[in-house]
């Protein structure tokens, strides 16, 4: 059974992210703010599993020594990095960034 859990500073990422949106008008209602990252959720969790993997090339040390991540395309301008450490079955997502903050890293 495969099992994908949120570091701490993930999910407080995640409840941010919608304020963020909504506040910087990329969406006019919050709830729309929230079903976008609840959406972004659901594609970590159904993606994870599948996609390969590949290593930061910039080994920063918010993503840690046995970071994988994976690219989820959410829509044409915007891309979103997913860190994370794989044990067997188990999943933890260390970080979350996207495009327009950490593609120069990777």
Do not use: C, W
Request: no cysteine.
């Amino acid at each position: 059974m495969i099992t994908i859990l949120y570091a701490t500073s993930v999910t407080e990422h995640l409840n941010n992210l919608v304020d963020i949106l909504y506040e910087n008008g990329y969406f006019g209602f919050r709830e729309s703010a929230k079903e976008y990252v609840v959406d972004l959720q659901k594609r970590i969790e159904s993606s994870l599993p599948l996609f390969t993997p590949r290593l930061p090339r910039y080994r920063r040390k918010v993503y840690g020594k046995y970071t994988k991540y994976i690219t989820i395309r959410k829509n044409r301008r915007t891309s979103y990095y997913i860190f994370f450490i794989q044990k067997g079955d188990k999943y933890i997502v260390t970080y979350i960034g996207n495009n327009h903050t950490d593609a120069q890293y990777l």
